[in-house]
Nanobody, 121 residues
């Protein structure tokens, strides 16, 4: 079972920055997709940023140029660097990984516990 532990959320003023981290356990799990999602109050969960199996990054339009997703495979950790934060970025942020266990073709998905990001003056 893969465990994801998120950290880095908090309260920040508009224009500020935060970096979210998501550490994954499980050395036999081969990750082929990583992503960050968020759920704002009263809204559906949405994808914020992804890294595909080919290494391509994709971003939701409202965060392009402000957020950067990255991954450190050696540390089994993924990050979301968030700059120029706006009040509308306020949400619970979730990390996501997809992959397979060594020797198995079954694709499995795992979610972090969520971390609150609040942008307010």
């Amino acid at each position: 079972q893969v465990q994801l532990v998120e950290s880095g959320g908090g309260l920040v003023q508009p224009g500020g920055s935060l970096r979210l981290s998501c550490a994954a356990s499980g050395s036999t799990f081969r990750i082929n997709a990583v992503a960050w999602y968020r759920r704002a109050p009263g809204k559906e969960r949405e994808s914020v940023a992804t890294i595909t199996s080919s290494g391509r990054t994709n971003y939701e339009d409202s965060v392009k140029g402000r957020f950067t997703i990255s991954r450190d495979s050696a540390k089994n950790t993924m990050y979301l660097q968030m700059n120029s934060l706006k009040p509308e970025d306020t949400a619970v942020y979730y990390c996501f990984i997809g992959g397979t266990y060594v020797g198995s073709p079954v694709q499995l998905n795992y979610w972090g516990q969520g971390t609150q990001v609040t942008v307010s003056s």
